[in-house]
């Protein structure tokens, strides 16, 4: 009999089983039964985890007495290895396999073979399904096959409850066991409790055997010919440049999408009696189980992305398309996924979104950006997270610890409780500043403003109490839009930015796209070249020669500030001349308009970013010509130290309060003394306690930072002695310590401020 009548004709009976009305355990009695039979095999037995015990459920062949008394712990015996490493079993000989562990109540002793296959649900053994015989001859591939596509109906089955019986207490449902912590990386910190949601939700599979195979093989066919539709859209957009994917992703996905091999053994499971859906799981499941043997992180990835397009036919195929963003958030919600693009965290309800776990991610990756502007903590790098987590499985996520709890014990919820009420205290007292304004001890008012990129971040502005927007980076609506923004839209964002700020002021930073910022409509010009996309054709540099992008934005900046004041600051000016060539832009704009007698704006304040170092060698040159200068720490750093900043092995390498840097920045300030230049930092730098201290030791007073970090910069503020701490560092700079951020600390708590 060929693998794929044995296992129709198996298939059919368990349906007819599971249709019947048979108590739990007697269908299981039945399902070992037929297997058994149709494999000519003397023993069939069904182990299922039951607290964390592999148990014997069910048998023909073994002592019925052994039923619910036998139970192996995960990797003991050959039960128990199958399940721990998800591998299947094919001995000729049982007893001589090392992990063989025998056990007299069975009265397995005379049986000789043996095969076992792992009972897989989302991707973790909860059973084990074996086969024994008298004489001594391993299985024919095509029974291991049977058996694996059976184990997979078993798997489905208990998960639909069809076999729990609460009457006699004999619970199938597969325990998604105790408490689990996962590590990762902290991209935005914080802390949020809430229900784990998947954004791609997990697809439910309702039949398993199929009624009608070749309307089944039909349905395939469609759904190959509409991912293969959706992938070559995918290329010719290039939308996932935008998703910060690459292109070898694409490529690996083209080769997936078309690859004969796949769809023919799907088409084989399909002629095995299961439904498409059942067919695409099933010949995933066997191609994780194969990648599991080979121990290569490349084709780790590249199973990553097989997976990735198996669950794109399987939610085409069902007909179950859609983020749990269009499902709606019902409740506290942490949100598991590989990736997320910015938009798609935009769609979700604000209010109900706590906190985001990510497979991947990094911690300039936009959405992180996106993310930390909303207030809401991101680890990223939580490699298997989505074989751990159950959708509605409650979750603790600590991004400051950089770890995430998943059905957490009661001492667990308890300590992160309190140490969330400390984290809402600290909150508390912070909104209490939002009217107080920072002076330091001595008498100096420090400009504490905000960063910000979208509509909805203006009401940060009035909730922090800060100064204003210290940088807008208008790059956000390009990035959250398929489309190039038009003029008009544009005008309409910064209009509502300026009505939302009133009398505070904001900065607008002009697009600083290129490099990894892709966005898919500019695709074709940029990044794919750039072999260093930070340090490539990005921001000013591509803005410049695509001017007609940087007039209608200078367009549209002037004609929403029309009456009032416009700060139009530029990133990534590395010579003098970028910046004069970037203002003429606007000076023309300028002209056209009053050309028109269009109302302009009251008055025009120009700036630049320091964020390229050769620009600090020339600013005696820039320094006349603008009104205020900003550096950006970020790519300040990643520059100075050659170092690129989304690299997470070299995340923690550098310091911020490295002599390097720390010198640098005060030459900057040396620079400037005598400019009438507002001089200010808008780096991640500035939002963190110790790093600020050290910036207004160096006689920076004005800091533009994330909003969630102006409670605790304001309370810093306002401890510090201005002249004092300038002192300090003075002496610190000239004679760094071993550990300059030790030294710093150290300061700082032996004058009570606090440092964390
Ligand atoms: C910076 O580089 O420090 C900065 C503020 O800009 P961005 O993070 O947007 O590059
Ligand atoms: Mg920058």
Known sequence: ?????????????????????????????????????????????????????????????????????????????????????????????????????????????????????????????????????????????????????????????????????????????????????????????????????????????????????????????????????????????????????????????????????????INEAIDSGLTAEAAIERVQQRTRMRMREIDDPLLADRMHDLEDLSNRLLRIVSGQIGTAASAGLRRDTILIARNLGPAELLEYDRRRLKGVVLEEGSLTAHVVIVARAMGIPVLGRARGIRGVVSDGDEILLDADRATVTVRPAPPMIDAFEARFARSRERQAAYAELRDVEPFTRDGTRIQVMINAGLRDDMSLLSLTGADGIGLFRTEFQFLVSATLPQRERQTRLYRDVLDAAGERPVIFRTVDIGGDKAVSYLRSDIADQDENPAMGWRALRLALEREGLLKAQARALLEASAGRVLNVMFPMV???????????????????????????????????????????????????????????????????????????????????????????????????????????????????????????????????????????????????????????????????????????????????????
């Open 1 to 265: 009999m060929s693998a794929a009548a044995a296992a129709r004709s198996i298939l059919n009976q368990l349906h007819e089983v599971m249709a019947s009305r048979l108590h739990a355990q007697a269908k299981l009695d039945r399902v070992v039964e037929i297997i058994g039979t149709a494999l000519n095999s003397e023993v069939c037995s069904i182990y299922l985890l039951r607290e964390g015990m592999l148990e014997l459920y069910a048998t023909r062949g073994l002592n019925q007495s052994a039923v619910h008394v036998t139970r192996l712990a995960m990797g003991e015996g050959l039960t128990g290895t199958i399940a721990a490493y998800i591998d299947t079993l094919n001995l000729a000989e049982a007893k001589a396999h090392p992990d063989f562990s025998y056990r007299p109540e069975t009265g397995e002793d005379k049986f000789h073979s043996f095969a076992g296959v792992p009972i897989v649900y989302r991707e973790r053994a909860v059973g084990t399904l074996c086969v024994q015989h008298v004489e001594p001859r391993r299985y024919e591939d095509v029974e291991i096959e049977a058996l694996q596509t059976v184990a997979m109906v078993l798997s489905e089955l208990i998960a639909h409850a069809e076999l729990v019986d609460a009457e006699d207490g004999v619970g199938l449902t597969p325990e998604m066991t105790g408490p689990a912590i996962i590590s990762g990386q902290t991209l935005v910190k914080g802390l949020a409790a809430g229900a784990a949601v998947f954004h791609q939700p997990r697809i439910t599979i309702e039949h398993v055997v199929a009624e009608d195979t070749e309307a089944e093989r039909q349905r395939v066919y469609r759904a190959f010919d509409r991912m293969r539709e959706q992938i070559d859209q995918m290329a010719s957009q290039a939308e996932f440049g935008a998703a910060g994917e690459h292109e070898e992703v694409l490529e690996t996905y083209k080769m997936f999408a078309y690859d004969e091999g796949w769809s023919r053994r």
């Open 574 to 756: 590395s010579e003098p001349w970028e910046f004069a060539a970037a203002k003429a832009v606007f000076e023309a704009q300028i002209a056209f308009l009053r050309g028109q007698r269009r109302h302009l704006p009251d008055e025009i304040r120009f700036g630049a970013m320091l964020e390229v170092p050769a620009l600090a060698e020339v600013l005696d040159l820039l320094l006349p010509q603008i009104h205020f200068l900003s550096i950006g720490t970020n790519d300040l750093t990643q520059f100075l130290f050659a170092a690129d900043r989304a690299n997470p092995k070299l995340a923690e390498r550098y310091d911020w309060l490295s002599p390097a840097i720390l010198r640098f920045l005060r030459r900057v300030v040396q620079a400037s003394a005598g400019y009438p230049v507002d001089l200010g930092v808008c780096g991640e730098m500035g939002g963190r306690r110790l790093e600020a201290l050290a910036l207004l030791g160096l006689g920076y007073r004005r800091l533009s930072i994330t909003p969630a970090s102006v409670g605790p910069i304001k309370e810093l503020v306002r401890k510090v002695d201005l002249a004092e701490l300038g002192r300090q560092m003075t002496l610190w700079l000239a004679q760094p310590p071993p550990d300059l951020r030790a030294a710093l600390t150290e300061w700082a708590t032996a004058r009570g401020i606090e440092t964390d």
